[in-house]
């Protein structure tokens, strides 16, 4: 693998290698946490949090873990960050706390994070790795607020609606869109407008970059956190019916 | 136990709350590994099995943990629970039933990091169900996703002819319009149980 400058290794992951539209993984937080913007705000903060520490502390200590046992250690960094976000957010934002519910623990098996142990910082420095979190981070946090947005404005007419973790005045009700003369299409918010503005988003994605096609035209293996630990890629690809 | 109870949570598991399609759970193997039947088929077997086992461990360990006074290390011990439970499944199934091991086997180490076996996990904890009512909700949760990953198999079996997919559709965007529309008819079910 050839040298990168630190600052590649930080964009790396806003646009070229963005972990949602290009390597299609961490699809479910995604999906599930953009119906507004304000949730997709504080999924991808607390996701990148958890990215950042956990890149730190395995490239840190990735030299005295034995190899095969390297994906419990990771795991288990893993989830000791997100308990520790987990109760920092019911602590102090208790509202984003029960918002993001379920999803936040499932910050455990967010392909991102262990898919970037595994492939970044198992491999790389304490810095680099540092900035490969907060690239990824980033563009993961960017995605969600894309998404969030979109269906924000289509499903209720108004944008940043919310209570801005108990930091907003009583009165803020977001900025009106069209909330004023057409009343929101609230399918948006719902399941099928998650896959649908998905879809979209990635339309476009592919899109704007179809002469540079480095895009992914399927899903597979690539992207799996286990892709290079799995011996059984081509069976699996192929199905059971071997 | 009474028997409308067990009807009433796998039918909402299955249909009403089904997890790829009404809860963004496990939506990565969802539109990852549907490419062709049996392979949709071996992974919702798969992940029903784990499911069921999973929480067949992890829901005496929480409330062991709740008598200690650690509940909230909950995160870190189920994902540790359900990766040695995974692996601990993978070696016995390939010593003593290699014939399985040969169909499901392939499917299991890719189950450890799917968020719907801890997001069952979990839920059935949140939701403060008892031991046997857990089992038969992930059981259901299980049989939901096997069902959708078998209708959404069946559905990409059509559109392997991609040229009559615009351009920027084809490959993964095309797949999600139709976990969209997947989704907008299980929305039919909703309010099936007041």
Request: proline residues 4%; contains cysteine; neutral net charge.
């Amino acid at each position: 693998m050839e040298k990168k400058s630190k600052l590649s290794i930080l964009t790396n992951g806003l646009i070229k290698e963005n972990p949602v539209l290009v390597l299609v993984i961490g699809t479910c937080p995604t999906l599930a946490t953009s119906t507004s913007v304000e949730t997709a705000l504080g999924m991808g903060l607390a996701a990148t949090a958890v990215l950042i520490c956990s890149n730190i502390v395995i490239s840190a200590i990735h030299n005295i873990i034995p190899d095969n046992v390297r994906i419990p250690c990771y795991i288990t960094v893993i989830a000791g960050f997100v308990t520790i976000v987990q109760m920092l957010l019911q602590a102090f934002v208790p509202s984003l706390y029960s918002a993001l519910g379920l999803f936040l623990p499932l910050i455990v098996v967010n392909c991102i994070i262990l898919g970037r142990a595994e492939m970044f910082a198992g491999k790389n420095g304490v810095v680099d790795s540092a900035l490969d979190g907060i690239g990824m981070g980033l563009g993961f946090t960017l995605t969600l607020m894309v998404m969030g947005s979109i269906r924000e404005i289509l499903g209720t007419g108004t944008w940043l609606a919310g209570t801005w973790f108990g930091l907003a005045p009583s009165t803020w009700k977001g900025i009106p869109i069209f909330s004023n003369f057409i009343p929101g299409m609230s399918i948006m918010t719902l399941v099928p407008g998650g896959f649908f503005v998905f879809a979209i988003v990635m339309a476009f994605v592919h899109f704007i970059t179809r002469d540079k096609s480095k895009i992914k035209q399927d899903f597979g293996c690539a992207g799996c956190a286990m892709e290079s630990t799995c011996t059984n890629q081509d069976e699996c690809e192929k199905g059971a019916a071997a | 136990m009474d028997f409308t109870k067990i009807i009433i949570i796998i039918i909402s598991m299955v249909l009403v709350n089904n997890y790829p399609l009404a809860q963004f759970l496990g939506i990565c193997p969802f539109l990852g590994v549907s490419k062709d039947l049996e392979s949709s088929k071996g992974m919702g077997i798969a992940v029903t099995f784990v499911m069921v086992l999973a929480t067949a461990a992890t829901w005496p360990i929480q409330q062991l943990m709740n008598r200690f006074g650690i509940g909230y290390l909950q995160t870190v011990v189920f994902i540790l629970v359900i990766a040695a439970l995974v692996q601990l499944v993978e070696m016995f199934m390939k010593k003593s039933m290699p014939s399985l091991y040969s169909s499901l086997g392939i499917f299991l180490p890719l189950i450890t990091t799917n968020c719907a076996v801890l997001g069952v996990c979990i839920s059935n904890i949140d939701d403060g169900l008892n031991y046997f009512e857990s089992l038969i909700q992930a059981f259901g949760a299980g049989i939901g996703f096997l069902f959708a990953m078998v209708i959404m198999a069946g559905v990409r079996s059509k559109l392997e002819d991609q040229s009559r997919i615009p351009e920027s559709f084809r490959g993964v965007p095309i797949v999600l319009v139709t976990a969209a529309i997947l989704s907008l008819s299980f929305m039919g079910f909703n309010g099936m149980f007041s």
